[in-house]
């Protein structure tokens, strides 16, 4: 059975997303692309099957029906697809089928979709603030002083959790400006690895492998600053006394909502 101009396009249309997402340096911007050789490749195949399904085989006409069957039904499957590319607003997560191809867009929508929702708890049900520990002091050693924030849990504006195992210890610049001592919620790549290259074309006596990070370690960021960030927390504030810096008794850090 023939292929209308409407299933043509959706199986083009089809065929550059999946395309885009092996590689997406694969683009459909000139004749001379990869992704429209490809397409074009596929179209004469099928092309010629069907000029010459007088002349084949009955095993050949059994295999040339069934790349018509399984054209149509990538069509179909393409058309009913981009109905619903646009999702609307809301929290997405996988939908897992048996057959489904996982790639790397779907362990991050999982991923994201997790940390969303625990984030949105948190903002909406506890607010932004200490939950816990984060007491701040100044000690003087040999040196300059230094201010030591004692490990504990708290959520930033955006629902994030900031956590200190340890101790952590700020040098005090040699100002007398207030400061306040703030947490930012980061994150660190880590423990990288070999991995293929996906560049198309790439020339022979170049390396073929290039080293990615494997893991993202959940962190933080400690700073003085003269006032709080829009992303951070403010667990203190200091002012300096009578030339030694100190903990401001008057200055509430926020606390979430128990």
Known sequence: MPLSDEQWTALAGEMRRVAGRVAPDWTDSNAHDPGITVLELLAFAIEDLHARTSALTPHGRLLADKVARAATALAAVAGSAGEDDDCGEGLRRVAYFAGKLLDVD???TEQSYLLDRLARRNRLLHGAGIVDGLAVAVEAGDGASVVVIAPGLAFDPRGREIALDSPCRLKLPATTSPAFVQLAYREHPCQSAATLRTEPFAAASDDATTSRPTRIVETFAATLAAAPGDDAVAVA??????GRWRVDAAFKAPR???
Request: charged share 50%; net charge positive; proline share 0%.
């Open 237 to 242: 504030r200091l002012h300096r006394l009578r």
């Open 106 to 108: 779907d362990f991050q």
């Open 256 to 258: 979430v909502r128990r």
